[in-house]
C-alpha cells in the first residue's frame, strides 16, 4: 500500500520505518524537503536531524507535502497538532479526497509555558476540525493515546493494552484496524469508539497522559480496559 506519513518527527519517524519495514511503500512529506536533509542540529526534543534518520531509512522516500499525499492511497497526520490544518491545507484537498486520513495528532499549545493546554478540547477536537477542512477525506482518529514505540509495537509492554479508533466513514476504520494488526494489536485490543466527535475524548486524554509521564519517568504506558 502507498502511504504517505506528513510529519518528520519522532512520531513520523517511528510510522514510516515500522511500515516500510512491512512492505509498505511509504513517502514522508514536509514542507521543505532540502531544508530538512540540510539541518545538522538535533530538534526541539534531542532527536538526531532526520537526514540522519533518512539515511538509515533507505526504503522511505521524503517528498513535499502535496506530492506525498497525491501519491498516496493511505495519508498519516503525524504533524504537531497545532500545525496539523496549515500542513494539510499545504498538502491539498484534492489529494485528501477520498482517502483515508489517519490523524495520530494531538492539538498541545505550548503558548502558556509547560505543561501544555489543549486547543481545542471539550467541544471540539483536532479530529473533527480536520474532518470538517476536508469533508472528502475519511478521517479516522487513532494511535493519539500512546507514545510512539508503543504504537507501532505493542508486545513492548508486558501485559494487554488498548488503542482506539474514532471516524464517521466505517470502511476506513476498518482499513486504519488492518494497519494496526499489522503493528500487532490484537483484535481484541482495537475499541472502536464510534463517529468522528470521540476524538474529544481522545485528545482530553493527553492531560492524564503527561501527568502520569511526570510520575512515572517514562512514556512507555498505555491503557488497559477492564470490565465485569
Given at each position: ?13 517511528t510510522?514510516?520505518?515500522r ?18 536533509l ?6 526541539q ?8 534518520w ?20 493511505v ?7 497545532g500545525t ?18 489517519v490523524?495520530v ?17 471539550n ?9 470538517r477542512?476536508?469533508?472528502q477525506?475519511?478521517v479516522v ?11 507501532v ?35 481484541a485490543?482495537i ?6 466527535r ?12 503527561l ?18
Amino acid at each position: 500500500m502507498k502511504i504517505a506519513v506528513l510529519g518528520t518527527g519522532i512520531v513520523g519517524r517511528t510510522l514510516a520505518g515500522r511500515l516500510a519495514e512491512l512492505d509498505h511503500e511509504v513517502t514522508v512529506g514536509t514542507r521543505d524537503p532540502a531544508a530538512t536533509l540540510a539541518r545538522t542540529e538535533p530538534d526541539q526534543m534531542g532527536n538526531p536531524p532526520y537526514g540522519q534518520w533518512q539515511a538509515q531509512h533507505a526504503a522511505v522516500q521524503l517528498g513535499p507535502l502535496a506530492d506525498a499525499a497525491a501519491e498516496a492511497e493511505v495519508v498519516v497526520n503525524a504533524t504537531a497538532g497545532g500545525t496539523s490544518l496549515a500542513a494539510l491545507d499545504a498538502a491539498g484537498p484534492t489529494n485528501l479526497a477520498g482517502k483515508v486520513l489517519v490523524d495520530v495528532a494531538n492539538p498541545l499549545d505550548f503558548s502558556q509555558g509547560m505543561p501544555p493546554i489543549l486547543s481545542p478540547s471539550n467541544t471540539d477536537s483536532l479530529g473533527e476540525q480536520i474532518q470538517r477542512a476536508h469533508p472528502q477525506a475519511r478521517v479516522v482518529k487513532s494511535l493519539n493515546t500512546m507514545t510512539a514505540t508503543v504504537m507501532v509495537d505493542p508486545a513492548r509492554l508486558p501485559d494487554s493494552h488498548e488503542v482506539f479508533v474514532a471516524g464517521d466513514d466505517q470502511a476506513a476504520k476498518e482499513i486504519v484496524r488492518d494497519l494496526l494488526r499489522q503493528f500487532g494489536w490484537p483484535d481484541a485490543n482495537i475499541r472502536d469508539l464510534g463517529g468522528i466527535r470521540a476524538a474529544r475524548g481522545l485528545e482530553m486524554y493527553l492531560a492524564l497522559w503527561l501527568s502520569l509521564l511526570g510520575t512515572l519517568g517514562t512514556s512507555e504506558f498505555n491503557l488497559k480496559l477492564v470490565r465485569a
